[in-house]
C-alpha cells in the first residue's frame, strides 16, 4: 500500500534541547506563553524546560512544551512530554487531539487507539481531530474497512470540518479514488488555510496524479511549518525530480544525505541526478546504496547496470540488468547492453533469450544484432550466431545492399554457403556498391573459387586503377594460386600506387624468401620495420628472416610499449618460444586473461610450451581450462579427448565427446566422425552403428560413407563387404591406417595375395613408412620368405637395432641354410634382448645347427623356462636339442606334457617323439 512508504518517510525527525532559568514555574510559564505569540520558539522552549525544572509536575508547561515540539515536526519529544501532561489530568480536550497527532507523525498508530476512551468525552471539535487521526491511523495499519466504518462517525459530527474532509480524503486516496481526495484535501484547506496535515496529503495526491509542481508546492508549505519533519526534504526531492527540476532536487537530496549518507531515496534522487549528468560512477555507488537498503526500484537497477556498464564493468552490468530484463520491454536499450555484458562474460546461451522479441526498428539496431552476431560466431558459437543473423535480417526495415552485404557475411561465417549467392545477387542488383563487390571477391577467395575471385578482383582493379588495394587483392590471389611471379608484379605496382604500403612489403619478403632470395626479402622487411617499427606483422616477417637477439629485441620492445596489444604478445611468446625461452614465454603467456575471448593462439602457444617442458600435468589441464573457458571452440575438445584415447581411458575420452554433442556442438560432424572413428577403433560396434544413422553423418562424402560402412562390416566380420567397402574408401584417403585395414579386410576373406598387393602398393609411394614394411614382411614369412627378408634388410637400415627385424631375419636365414647371416643377426638380438624368450629360442636354435649343441641346450632351457612352457613352437625346439644331447627320456617326457591344436606342431611334435624313442 502506497502509505508504507509514507509512513517510513515519516519517521525521520530533528531534535533539539534548551536549558532554562531559575524562577518561579508559572512565571515561566507565563513567559513562555508571551514568546510563542511573538513566534520566538527557541525562547518560550527554554521558559518552558526551567519552569519544568523547577515544578516537575506542571502540567501546563508538559502540555505547551509537547504543543510547542509537535508545531515544528519534533514527534517523538512531543510525545514524551504530551502523555505527561495526559497523566497530570491536563484539560484532554487540548492534550489528546495533539496527542494523536503526535503518535501518527512517529507511526505509532495502536496508541492512537489507546486513546478511544478519552476521545469519547471530548467536545466535538476535539473529538472530530482525534477520530480524524484515528481514521489516518487505521489507513496507515491497513485496516481500511475499520477506518471507512469510523470515517462515517466523523461525517455525523460535521462533514464540513477540515479534519473531517481531511480523515476522508485519507480514506478515498487508499481506495485510489485520487480526483475525489484531491477535491477533498483542497476543501479541507479551503475550512482550515492553517491545517498543516492536509498540505502533505495534498502534497502525496498531486505525486500521484503526476501534478509534480503542486507535489513540491505542497511540499515545501508544510516544511515551512513542520522545519523538523527531514523527511519532508525528501518528498520535495523526489517531486522536484520527476518535474525534472534536477539541480534544486539534488540540493535537498544533499541536505539529508549529509545527515544520514544511506537514506534510499536521497540515494535514489541522486543516482538519477548523477545519470542524467553521465557521472556514471557517482550514480552507480548511490544506486547500489538504495538498493542495499532494499529500495528495490527497477529503475535503481536500471540506473546501476547501465552505469556499470557504461564503466565496463559487465560483472556488475549483468547483475543489476538481469534481474530486472523480464520487466523490460522487448525494445529497451537495458537488453541491448545485457547481451553485450552477457557477450564479455561469456554467458553465450544466454543472449539469444536475453534477445528473444527483440525487433530491430532502425537501421542502428540492426547493425547492433549483425555486429553481436559476427563476435558469436568469432567465437565459435556458430548456432547462436544463426539466430541472431536471422533476427537480424528478419528485422530489418529496408532492404539494402549494405544489409544484404551483411547478410552474405553472415552466412558464410556461420558456414551457410548460400551466403555466397547472396552476395553475387546483391552484386548483379547494385554493380556500382563496391562493398558488395568486394564482399564477392572475398568469399570466392575463402571458399577457394580462385577463379572466380580473379576475374572479380581484375575487374575491380580496372575501376581502381590508382588504389593500391586492388593490387593488393590480385596478389593475395596469385598467391593462393601459386603464381608468385605475377603476384611479385601486382605488389610492386601497389608500392608504386602506395609507397611502403604494409601489405605489399610484408608479402614481397615472403615471396622473396620462399623463392631462395633472401637479400631481397630482407631489404623488403627492413622497410616494413622502418616505416612500421610496432606493428606485429612486420615484426613477425622480420624475425622469420632473421631469428637472432636484435629481431627479438625490436619484438620485445615494441610488446613493452604495448603490452595489451593481443598480436604483439602473441608474437613475444611465439618469439620467446622459437628462441627456447620457454619459462619467459610462459610467464607472459600466464599474465594473459583467459576468458572466453582469448584467441585460440594464446592457447595452443602455452599448451606447446607445456608440450616442450613435457609437463604432462600441466598440458591436461590448460586443455581443460581452455575447454571451460570457451566450450564452443571445438579444439580442446579433440585434445582432450585424444589425450585421453592415449592414456587407454577411452570411456573418459568418449564423455567429453558426447558432453560436448549434447551442449554445444550438436551439429558439430567433425566430433561426430571423431566419435564414430573412436567407436569403431575400439570395437564399440552398437554404439557405432547406431551414431551412423544420424542424418549428417548420413550425408558424408560417398567415399567416406563407405569407409565408415567397410569398418563396421568389419567388426561384423563380414570381411567380403569390408573389402569391397574400404577398398573405395583407401582409394579416396590412402592413408596408412585405411591401407592396413583393406590389407586385414582382404586376409580376413582369404585373400592375402590382394592384402599384400594393397601394402606393396602403399609401400611404393611411401618409402619410409617402416611400420607397413613390418606388417607386410610378416605376411611373406609362411609363404615368401625371400621377399620378407628383402622387407626386413631394408628396415634394418632406418632401424639397426629393432629386434623383432633382427630376429626373424636370423630365422628366415637359419630355414634358408645361410647360417653365418643367421649367426650374426641373433648374435645382435641376444645383446638387444637377453631375456626375451623368442630371441632366445632363434640363438639357440642357431647355435644347435651350427654345431654347439651344448650351448644351443643352455640357451633352449633358458628360453623354456622363461616362456614358462607355454609356447609349443619353444617347447618342440627344446625337446629337439635334448635329443640332440642325448638326453631322450627328458625329451620324451616334456614332449607327453606338451599339447597343441596346431596340425604344422603335432606332426613335428610326433616326429620328434619317434626320433626320440629310436635313440
Known sequence: MKFNQLATYLGFAVFISACGENTTSQEHVVKAKSAIEKNELSTSEIELKNALKVDGENAEARFLLGQLYLSQGNSLVAIKELERAHSLNYDANKVVPLLARAYFLAENYEDISSLSEDGEYLVIESKIKYLAFKIIGAVFSEKLEVAQKITLKIMSLSESNSYTLLANAYVNFAENNNEEALSLVSAALLADSQNIDALLLKGHISFALNKFASATENFKQYEKYQPQVGVTKLFIAHSLLRDNKYDEAEKYADDILAFSSEQPLANYVKAVVMFDKKDFRLAKSHAETALNQNYNLPVLKLIAGTSAFNLNNYESAYHHLNAIVKQMPDNHYSRKILAISQLQLGLIDDINETLIGFNATTSEEVRFLSSLSFQLAELGA?????????????????????????????????????????????????????????????????????????????????????????????????????????????????????????????????????????????????????????????????????????????????????????????????????????????????????????????????????????????????????????????????????YYVKQRQVDKALHYLDKALLDHHKESLVLKIVKMQLLLDYNKLYEAKKLYQDQQVQGVKSEFKSGLEGRIAFLEKDFVKAAQKLTLFYQAYPSRKNALLLALAFKGSNQEVRAQKVLQEYLAKNEQDDRIRMILADSYLATEPNNAILAYEKMLINEPSNVIVLNNLSWLYLEKGELEKAQLHSKKSIEIAPDNPNVIDTRGMVLLKIGERLAAWKALSKAYKISDGQDMSIALNYAEVLIANNLNKEAIALLQQSATNNNELSQRKSSLMTLAKKQ
Request: net charge negative.
Open 382 to 642: 556458430v548456432d547462436q550466431a544463426k539466430i541472431l543473423a536471422k533476427q537480424a535480417n528478419e528485422s530489418a526495415t529496408e532492404s539494402n545492399a549494405e544489409q544484404s552485404v551483411r547478410s552474405g557475411i553472415l552466412k558464410l561465417m556461420t558456414n551457410d554457403p548460400s551466403g555466397v549467392a547472396d552476395l553475387e545477387l546483391t552484386l548483379e542488383a547494385n554493380p556500382n556498391f563496391e562493398g558488395a563487390e568486394l564482399a564477392v571477391t572475398y568469399a570466392a577467395f575463402q571458399t577457394g573459387d580462385y577463379d572466380k575471385a580473379l576475374k572479380l578482383a581484375k575487374a575491380w582493379q580496372e575501376k581502381q586503377p590508382d588504389i593500391a588495394g586492388s593490387y593488393n587483392m590480385l596478389a593475395a590471389i596469385y598467391i593462393a594460386q601459386q603464381k608468385n611471379e605475377f603476384a611479385t608484379q601486382a605488389l610492386q605496382t601497389s608500392l608504386l600506387k602506395e609507397a611502403n604500403n604494409l601489405f605489399a612489403l610484408t608479402e614481397l619478403a615472403k615471396l622473396n624468401y620462399t623463392e631462395g632470395n633472401k637479400t631481397a626479402a630482407e631489404k623488403f622487411s627492413l622497410r616494413a620495420i622502418e616505416q612500421y617499427p610496432d606493428n606485429a606483422k612486420a615484426l613477425r616477417y622480420n624475425y622469420a628472416l632473421k631469428r637472432d637477439e636484435q629481431a627479438l629485441a625490436k619484438i620485445e620492445q615494441a610488446y613493452k610499449k604495448s603490452s595489451d596489444n593481443m598480436a604483439l604478445t602473441l608474437l613475444y611468446i611465439d618469439a620467446l618460444i622459437n628462441s627456447g625461452d620457454l619459462t619467459q614465454a610462459l610467464v607472459i603467456s600466464n599474465g594473459m586473461e583467459t576468458n572466453i575471448k582469448t584467441p585460440k593462439k594464446a592457447w595452443l602457444q602455452r599448451i606447446a610450451i607445456y608440450k616442450r617442458q613435457q609437463n604432462e600435468l600441466q598440458l591436461i589441464t590448460t586443455i581443460e581450462k581452455w575447454l571451460k573457458a570457451n566450450p564452443y571452440h571445438i579444439e580442446p575438445i579433440l585434445m582432450v579427448s585424444d
